[in-house]
């Protein structure tokens, strides 16, 4: 460091500073919310009086049971497991019960609980309802790829009206776990590499699930995993996670912070350790960190049987001490396993656990029920003609189809081949997904039904009438090496005037357990696009998949290539809209693609190096094939006159603006990217980080100036001895449509 131009401005300890991304408006946020729960349900002391009243009429047994948690034995999520049975129901054993859905199905369960225990205190229902609940919606990863908070929020939010309308009080999301590694499965569901644009994202679809919050048409979001479930060794699902602090508290903690300031109910602690102690054991995590530093309100639910998996990570030697360990760590919830319902009581009676410590997890579990209003009206999710009402109705199936639109990147258009031109009479489909119903709903289809799910076949027919000859044939499978079918593919091939296909992976090769060594497409795929090449006629590829693929090969079999993820019940009408034209592509690249395995990691925002040309390997260079925050559209956008102020004060913000001119031939819409980088700092810091993003509409042959707001508290970073700084000094402002290429130039911050 430069101690001449640099001196830390803003020091402050780990325990006292307002944690990064922490502002005045989302504090008043939590304030606001606040006041709308006690508006809508008298006033705080009558809420305290009422729970403290019935905390002293419940035996212990009775509030061991409102923390726990069973699954319902239609939809496992997990490995087998307890599930919810009659005899736990009758003894008041149960708080609260997962992934059952349907009015009829949970009123049956509310109706066994209210008539048969002691104390009729209402179960609480949760879901995973990630990307939707009987409409899908694009894949989070897809959906990261329009850089659209706004569209992010309203899909959250008709999710949330779906599944309250269904009987569901909770859902299993937003995941805000970064990801920097492609070989993970968990990629999918998730923002992407980037901690900035995470946050953003963790704060529209926390507000965007909880949008009528405590009321009977919305849902109470979860902040998963927490913490750093997305970082395991080898990109392995459930390995261990070993991250310096820095990293830590920069790159994967602000995502859970920013779903508290966007007032998250809940969070569910991961299955990994961070750093040698389990998260599911971790005091540090959920009562430190999490309760003491942040101010969270809620109460925390550990993952499937995670509490009875601490034994198998040997931390513990048996299930009692398991219990004690995520009791005491502050873990109010025990989801499926059963460990708190059987050996809390002795572990109290032994002295491991006070009575103290589990009332206050009881009370944090009653004080949602109680918001809820369960407990003046148990049924009130429970509406049968609401449900046939709310449940994929036209607005929604209007919006997934916007949001599948929106989710798509367009990764190559070689000579403009698409959109596609009014002169195409004769279509050649193929592809094992090209008229799958199941596997566009993804890895998270919660109750969707592929009878729902248009297909791309069907899209297109939809699109294109009588006019257009279309022959499908799937060409191959994704598993087995059978080529059977690749003559026939060829040959209808060469009989059309653009062969369309449709390959990638199975919705479940990425979700939970699903990690990947090699990233290509699966089964003979690549060959099949090879031998549709050879054909002479272009080659449009549409890649559904789940993470970042190693493409080289595919590029090169490819005329054009969109990819377009899960898109879910709308996909095919979304992908006709592409392909005709009907809409101009705009989705940019969430996580990076490499060329090989070998690059991972391969995130966009790696640290400086002191031989910084020598980055490479002796048989590939470092780049990757397509940069995180890529993407093209069918227009062209040129960017001209960067413009900032030549310095800025710490406390304050800077307009960035720069004009972008569409000199295509459509209106489009772009995502404008900023990025910064730290020319001396203290310590060794990222060659770039995005630090701001607009997405603009620019109708063809228009320039607009595009600001971009830059928040000076967005420029420190934490040193070895965990204190925040934001060092005056130098910084490479850099603008431009994806992390590399960029024109830059140079602020002081003073
Ligand atoms: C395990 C997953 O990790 C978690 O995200 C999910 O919510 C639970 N299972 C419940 O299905």
Known sequence: ???????????????????????????????????????????????????????????????????????????????????????????????????????????????????????????????????????IFPVPLAEASSWDLDLMRRTAKAASIEASASGIHWTFAPMVDIARDPRWGRIVEGAGEDTYLGCKIADARVRGFQWNLWQPNSVMACAKHFAVYGAPQGGVDYAPVDVSNTTLFETYLPPYKACIDAGVQTFMSAFND???????????????????????KGFVV?????????????????????????????????????????????????????????????????????????????????DLKREKQEIRNDSIMKLAREAACKSVVLLKNDKDILPLSKRIKRIALIGPLANDQNELMGSWKARGEKEDVVTVLQGIKNKSGNGIDIKYIRGCDWTDSS??????????????DVVIAVVGEKALMSGEDRSRAYL???????????????????????????????????????????????LGTQAGNAIADIL??????????????????????????????????????????????????FGLSYTKFTYSNLQCPPS???????????????????????????????????????????KGFKKVFIPKGKTIKVDIELNSQELGFWTNDMKYVVEPGEFNIMVGPNSEQLTTQTIILK
């Open 1 to 135: 460091m430069n101690l001449n131009i640099k001196t830390n401005i803003l020091i402050v300890s780990l325990l006292l500073i307002p944690f990064k991304g922490v502002s005045a408006i989302s504090i008043s946020n939590i304030k606001a919310n606040n006041k709308t729960i006690n508006k809508s349900h008298k006033s705080e002391k009558s809420e305290s009086d009422f729970i403290n009243e019935l905390l002293r009429k419940m035996t212990l047994e009775e509030k061991i049971g409102q923390l726990s948690q069973y699954v319902g034995k239609e939809l496992l999520t997990g490995p087998l497991s307890k599930t919810l049975s009659d005899s736990l129901l009758e003894r008041g054993m149960i708080g609260s019960v997962l992934n059952i859905g349907g009015v009829e199905k949970i009123k049956r369960v509310q109706e066994l609980n209210m008539k048969h225990s002691r104390l009729k205190i209402p179960i609480l229902f949760g879901f995973d309802v990630i990307h939707g609940f009987k409409t």
């Open 274 to 296: 961070v750093n040698g102690m389990p998260a599911t054991g971790s005091k540090f995590l959920l009562t430190d960190l999490l309760r003491k530093q942040w101010g969270f």
């Open 302 to 382: 550990s993952d499937w049987a995670a509490v009875a998996q601490l034994k198998n990570q040997g931390v513990v030697a048996n299930e009692e001490d398991a219990g004690t360990l995520a009791l005491n760590a502050g873990l109010d919830m025990n989801m499926t396993d059963g460990v708190y319902n059987a050996h809390l009581a002795e572990a109290i009676k032994k002295g491991k656990v006070s009575i103290e410590t589990v009332d206050e997890s009881v009370r944090r579990i009653l004080r949602v029920k109680y918001r809820l209003g369960l407990f003046k009206d148990p049924y009130r999710f429970l």
């Open 483 to 496: 080529k059977a079918e690749f003559s026939e593919a060829v040959k209808i091939a060469k009989e059309s």
């Open 520 to 566: 290509n497409l699966p089964g003979v795929q690549e060959e099949l696009l090879e031998e549709l090449k050879k054909s002479g006629k272009p080659v449009i590829t549409v890649l559904m998949n789940g993470r970042p693929l190693t493409l080289a090969n595919v590029v090169k079999s490819s005329d054009a290539l969109l990819e377009t993820w899960f």
């Open 580 to 629: 005709f034209g009907d809409y101009n592509p705009s989705g940019k690249l969430t996580v990076s693609f490499p060329y090989a395995e070998g690059q991972i990691p391969n995130y966009y925002n790696y640290k400086r190096s002191g031989r910084p040309t020598y980055l490479k390997y002796i048989d590939l260079k470092k780049d990757n094939l397509f940069p995180f925050g």
């Open 648 to 690: 800025f004060d710490s406390q304050g913000k800077a307009i960035v603006s720069i004009d972008v001119t569409n000199n295509g031939n459509y209106d489009g819409e772009e995502t404008v990217q900023l990025y910064v980088a730290d020319k001396v700092a203290s310590m060794v810091r990222p060659v770039k980080e995005l």
